[in-house]
């Protein structure tokens, strides 16, 4: 099975700017998860989709929004951009039921001028 | 709010040694699952072993074992025989019970591994 992927793998963007960052899970997997890393703050939760519903959200401002598709596809999208959003967004996909071992992906890296 | 400790930023070991790394959390129920994660240059995340909570036997996985001490809340990895494609940054993350269904995660360890 291939892995989960994520496009684009880097980013740049200036202050005030929104982004759209894609995650493709592994086939079969219903459940896509965003983390975002970064040195000061490490790895948080963003927002956990699945059946193309929002079911758990970090806490993260309103300018991080997600959705997922009926391919089981997930956008995340960020709007009005600050240099604080720099960092790298995982995205994770999992089955439901059982150990639900979550899988990530090769991340985006994002950079905001 | 649940922690996840990783008191050991950053630990060395020599090709072939034993390492441990240590992780202890917080939380009062008794169904969760935990999990290693290492973190190479790549920057892609990889699961290293799981345990689930609910059974006693510590999960082995080729030369990663771990230590699970429920009551203490202590799970550490033991990477036996360790190679130089073992260096990493390392976290453990707890998921289930009051963490919730998401993974929280430690600040990690940085493994480095010597020649």
């Known amino acids: 099975k291939a892995g989960v992927t994520q496009t684009p793998r880097y980013l740049i963007k200036t202050r005030g700017q929104q982004v759209t960052l894609s995650c493709s899970p592994i086939s079969g997997h219903r459940s896509v998860s965003w983390y975002q890393q970064t040195p000061g703050q490490g790895l948080q939760f963003l927002f956990e989709y699945f059946s193309e519903t929002q079911r758990n959200k970090g806490n993260f401002p309103g300018r991080f929004s997600g959705r997922q598709f009926s391919n089981s596809r997930s956008e995340m999208n960020v709007s009005t951009l600050e240099l604080g959003d720099s960092a790298l967004y995982l995205c994770?996909?999992?089955?439901?039921?059982?150990?639900?071992?979550?899988?990530f992906g090769p991340g985006t890296r994002l950079t905001v001028l | 709010a649940q922690t996840v400790t990783q008191s050991q930023p950053e630990m060395s070991v020599q090709e072939a040694e034993t390492v441990t790394l240590s992780c202890t959390y917080d939380t009062s129920e008794s169904d969760y699952y935990l999990f290693w994660y290492k973190q190479p240059p790549s920057r892609q995340m990889i699961l290293v072993i799981r345990q689930e909570a609910y059974k006693q036997q510590n999960a082995t996985e080729n030369r990663f074992s771990v230590n699970f001490q429920k009551a203490a809340k202590s799970f550490s990895l033991k990477i036996s025989d360790s190679q130089l494609g073992d260096a990493a940054m390392y976290f453990c993350a707890p998921r289930g019970g009051e963490y919730g269904n998401k993974l929280v995660f430690g600040a990690g360890t940085i493994l480095r591994v010597k020649s």
């Open positions: 994770a996909s999992r089955t439901t039921g059982g150990t639900d071992t979550q899988y």
